[in-house]
């Protein structure tokens, strides 16, 4: 590439998530602000492809300013990108967990259960410090596995799908419950959860 030459980037458009309004036990009002922290994230993703860039077409490459910048490339993509997998897995009213169904099966089959599995995961969501509490899938033996993942790109296993995102960053349920309440925002969570979106994620 010639520095004359025009780097190409398609700008990331923001998810439309309105429908979520009248969820289980997480208000509208925390999700509206959820959804602001969210634009947030597409915007400075935007910003910082906007920034790489300009400084690589000027020859910039490698310098503080463009080593910083990408070193921030995991925490904005990572935000943007687990908020919508989170608001992804989300719909009024929740749907059943069947025993039967594809992800009921895989659970069964890697945890013994599916109330192993799914207090595996309330446990793991309600560890101490903020984070994200994900199911992954392994692309190569197709395994179930639980994950804490802290500064969004912390933690997260190379390959690995995200199958269910809960996000437990004190945004996520600080105006509907005190601190010390996360545990009935995780039982909010599961009560919203869209089982037909999750089960879709599975790798076939």
Known sequence: MTLQQKIQFKPYAEKDFSHLKGLTGISDKTLEIHLGLYAGYVKNTNTLNEKVIDLTE????????????????G???????????YFGNLKAGGSELKEGSAIGKLMAE?????????????????????GWAILFQDPFTKQLSN???????????????????MDVWEHAFLLDYKPSERPKYIEAFFSNIDWTAVEARLLK
């Open 58 to 73: 000027k020859g910039l490459s490698g310098q503080p300013e463009y080593a910083e910048l990408k070193r921030r490339y």
């Open 75 to 85: 925490w904005e993509y990572n935000g943007m990108r687990l908020h919508e997998y």
């Open 110 to 130: 890697n945890y013994s259960s599916v109330d192993v599995w799914k207090n595996d995961f309330m446990k793991v969501g309600a560890m101490r410090g903020v």
């Open 147 to 165: 994950h804490w993942i802290s500064s969004h790109e912390e933690g997260n296993i190379a390959g690995f799908a995200p199958i269910l995102v």
